[in-house]
Every structure is written in C-alpha cells, then in structure tokens.
C-alpha cells in the first residue's frame, strides 16, 4: 500500500512537471505568438507527453527496463494520440460552446484526463 501511495505521489508530481511545460506552451504560443488557442493546446500536449513518457517510465513506476520500451513507446503514443484528441476536444467544448476562458478550460480538461492517464500509464509501465 505505501509503494502505490508513493507511486501515486511520483505521478502526480511528474504530472505537474508535464503540466507546468504544457501551459508555459500553451500561454506562450498564444500570447506571445499569438497562435490560435487550440493550436497552441496541440503543441502543449506534445511537449507534455514526450516529457511525460519518460519520467513516467524512469520515476514514477520505476521501470528500468529498456528492452520492452519500443513497445511501451507505441502503446504510450497510441494512447497520448487519444488523450490528443480527447483534449482537442474538450478545449473546444469549454472554450468555444460553454465559452470558459481557455487557461481555465485546460485546467477542466488535464484534472479529467489525468485521471484517467495514471490509470492506463501503470499498466503500461507495470512490472
């Protein structure tokens, strides 16, 4: 119990690491750019993802094996391609039909998918 407590806890905190790179993205592609916002939110996931891949992999579940990783690098991709779209998606929900304003909207759309993205990252990474 206390190894998944521990886990959960490396999670989250690499999960803000992806987070934090994800909105420093996003807010400077936006403002600073001036990319429209859901381009700007593509290219925030990109750079969370490719992070997160490999704190996931190394800290979080610990997962020193780089035997099995071409395979845990399709899976990942297969399933951030989903978190992409599902993201996507959402932003455009939030943004354009509910009309919250976009940092707040992703701040919705990383708490739901996060949820579901420790769920499906420890069994790609699962002992």
Same mark, same amino acid.
């Given at each position: 119990?206390?190894?998944?407590?521990?886990?959960?806890?490396?999670?989250?905190?690499?999960?803000?690491?992806?987070?934090?790179?994800?909105?420093?993205?996003?807010?400077?592609?936006?403002?600073?750019?001036?990319?429209?916002?859901?381009?700007?939110?593509?290219?925030?996931?990109? =750079?969370? %993802? *490719? &992070?997160?891949?490999? !704190?996931?992999?190394?800290?979080?579940?610990?997962?020193?094996?780089?035997?099995?990783? #071409?395979?845990?690098?399709?899976?990942?991709?297969?399933?951030?391609?989903?978190?992409?779209?599902?993201?996507?998606?959402?932003?455009?929900?939030?943004?354009?039909?509910?009309? =919250?304003? %976009? *940092? &707040?909207?992703?701040? !919705?759309?990383?708490?739901?998918?996060?949820?579901?993205?420790?769920?499906?990252?420890? #069994?790609?990474?699962?002992?």
């Amino acid at each position: 119990m206390k190894n998944k407590l521990l886990e959960i806890v490396r999670f989250c905190i690499s999960g803000v690491i992806g987070v934090v790179l994800g909105y420093i993205t996003l807010y400077t592609l936006t403002e600073w750019i001036g990319l429209w916002y859901l381009i700007s939110s593509m290219a925030a996931c990109l =750079v969370s %993802y *490719i &992070v997160g891949f490999f !704190i996931q992999k190394f800290w979080t579940f610990r997962d020193k094996n780089t035997a099995k990783m #071409k395979g845990q690098i399709i899976i990942y991709l297969v399933i951030s391609a989903l978190f992409f779209i599902a993201n996507t998606g959402l932003m455009y929900f939030f943004v354009d039909l509910l009309h =919250v304003q %976009y *940092i &707040v909207a992703q701040a !919705i759309v990383t708490i739901i998918l996060s949820i579901i993205s420790y769920l499906t990252s420890e #069994k790609i990474f699962a002992h």
